[in-house]
């Protein structure tokens, strides 16, 4: 057992008392690859630099949460968490832990950061207990490096990705998908391609629209790296999400994203973002069998191809 493509930190898990995210699903979700012994050791996230998070966001919202953080500005409702010099450190460690396993992914074919995937945060503004929008962060500073060239993000949790939408709608390099709940928050904004389902739908429903949106995806875009929110806030016991996915449901759902990175050849960094099960377990379990199944697929391109 050798130290795998997937980036930890224990400092993702700041205190938020009595708050509905559950920052303890992070150490858990890295002491179950323990204990299932899928991994010894985990690659370290370090914080994101003011310059990457600048890839993102304007200066004057990066002052204004420090000012916050500090207590010398007034909160900001619709960030709905409380900003400490604690949190913001968590969300640079998030983001720096996200351009990691972007990097990873582009040396191993894939990667995970166990943690990230707070696609509520727009350029200027936080959202929805999002605060820095490490995807695109880390998605501008590869494609800034040349890196790579185009980045798609499949956007899989049951709340549209409104701040990725926003920050890259003017980027043809990085085209955003989103496959999320219509009738929930957050209020929809304009991503690359949006499929909004309806209320309480079940996992052929949910299945079939992604497989129409990957099929569609592929004859529009051809991605070289694929930041994959593998939200679990789709399950049908989640209390901020109204659809009827099931576990199984989910774990198809995460075979169907890494079978189009290995048909596009492209690789792919997943993320946890969202996921509030009755159950933290439930959670735990979703984000564990996600990992499980991309750690079982071969180096770039995933699974490879024969021919043609
Ligand atoms: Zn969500």
Redesign the pocket.
């Known amino acids: 057992m050798t130290r795998r493509p997937i980036v930890f930190s224990p400092a993702y898990a700041f205190a938020w008392p009595g708050h509905i995210f559950p920052t303890g699903k992070y150490r858990k979700v890295a002491e179950a690859l323990h204990e299932r012994q899928l991994t010894e050791d985990f690659c370290d996230a370090i914080p994101a630099t003011r310059d990457e998070l600048l890839t993102c966001h304007l200066k004057s919202y990066l002052d204004r949460l420090q000012g916050i953080a500090r207590g010398e500005l007034p909160e900001d409702a619709r960030f709905e968490c409380p900003v400490t010099p604690e949190v913001l450190d968590a969300f640079a460690l998030s983001a720096g832990g996200t351009i990691l396993a972007a990097r990873l992914a582009l040396e191993h074919g894939r990667a995970v950061n166990i943690g990230g995937g707070f696609h509520h945060a727009y350029p200027d503004h936080g959202e929805?207990f999002c605060l820095i929008n490490d995807v695109v962060v880390a998605a501008r500073v590869l494609l800034e490096e040349g890196a790579v060239e185009r980045v798609l993000v499949v956007d899989l949790?049951?709340?549209q990705g409104n701040g990725t939408a926003v920050a890259a709608a003017e980027d043809d390099r990085l085209f955003t998908f989103s496959l999320h709940q219509e009738n929930n928050y957050p209020a929809k904004e304009k991503s690359d391609f949006d499929v909004g389902l309806p209320d309480f739908a079940n996992d052929a429903v949910y299945l079939g629209a992604l497989d129409g949106a990957l099929t569609r995806i592929a004859r529009q875009f051809s991605p070289d790296l694929i930041f994959y929110l593998a939200?679990a806030?789709p399950y049908e016991q989640d209390r901020?999400?109204g659809l009827n996915v099931s576990l199984e449901g989910l774990a198809e759902r995460d075979r169907m994203v890494f079978d189009f990175a290995s048909e596009q050849d492209a690789r792919v960094v997943a993320v946890l973002?969202?996921?509030?099960a009755t159950r933290e377990e439930d959670v735990v379990e979703i984000h564990i069998r996600m990992i499980e199944e991309l750690l079982k697929r071969g180096q770039s391109p995933l699974h490879g191809r024969s021919g043609g």
Do not use: T
């Not at 973002?273 to 509030?276: K, L, N, P, T, V």
């Open positions: 929805g949790d049951v709340h939200g806030d901020l999400g973002a969202g996921g509030y």
